[in-house]
């Protein structure tokens, strides 16, 4: 159960599928994943991209000053980059968790984000704690935008969290989202993973597995078989503008 990002956790669920027998379940959870996201790029297309951070707090992490950061590679980060300005990566020859590096607060606030999500461990309190009066300088601490993740982060790598993100983060983010009926109407003309290999006949976890075999992710593959352009997580034509 291993791995991050957005398409290594559809992959994993429709493995998981096959294996239970679950697979018209399993694809309309997919679909109405699918419909969020939509709803959600239609609704703040327009929104100036805030910067966001995903990080852990602990007395360990605190003492020695390397507190774990999601990143562009996580699950969840793979979705917030798409709608947040989300500067955080993990380095290439960095091995451990996937998707999460470690970052001292000097680092973090060079890039000063605007909103702020911690998970506390071992009964710490967020960052806005007096105890954490070293933190007040951070833009997301001086206007209050420090909110509590729940506690499914950090051992998180699925589907359900990617709906959670949507339902309950984004809105914090981006206060302004109203109902979808009633937002602005964009056409998204950029294609996820599953979208594309749907557009092109082809099925999805086959065309995983061929990556795989000649030793590239799904990101440089697709590119290279279909000459799409990948950015922001999403595929878009050769002679089509990305987002």
């Known amino acids: ?128 704690s007096s105890q954490y009066c070293c933190w007040r300088s951070l833009k997301a601490v001086r206007t209050q935008q420090v909110f509590e993740m729940p506690q499914l982060w950090h051992w998180g790598n699925g589907t359900r969290l990617l709906r959670l993100t949507l339902q309950r983060l984004l809105p914090l983010i981006y206060p302004s989202m109203v109902d979808s009926d009633s937002s602005p109407s964009r056409p998204v003309s950029g294609l996820r993973q599953r979208e594309l290999c749907d557009r092109f006949g082809w099925n999805y976890r086959e065309v995983a597995q061929a990556a795989r075999q000649l030793g590239l992710t799904t990101h440089d593959y697709l590119p290279q078989k279909t000459g799409w352009r990948r950015q922001d997580a999403l595929y878009y034509p050769p002679d089509e503008p990305s987002a």
């Open 1 to 128: 159960m291993g791995g991050s990002d957005y398409e290594e956790a559809v992959l994993r669920l429709l493995d998981i599928a096959s294996l239970t027998q679950r697979m018209p379940q399993v694809e309309a959870a997919l679909a109405q994943l699918d419909q969020q996201l939509t709803r959600s790029r239609q609704q703040l297309w327009q929104e100036p991209r805030k910067t966001v951070l995903v990080m852990g707090i602990s007395p360990f992490s605190h003492g020695c000053d390397r507190y774990p950061v999601e990143t562009q590679s996580g699950t969840l980060g793979s979705v917030l980059q798409e709608f947040t300005h989300f500067p955080w990566s993990k380095p290439h020859a960095y091995q451990g968790e996937p998707g999460i590096t470690y970052l001292s607060k000097q680092q973090i606030a060079q890039v000063n984000p605007d909103v702020i999500f911690v998970q506390s461990y071992g009964g710490e309190r967020s960052l806005e």
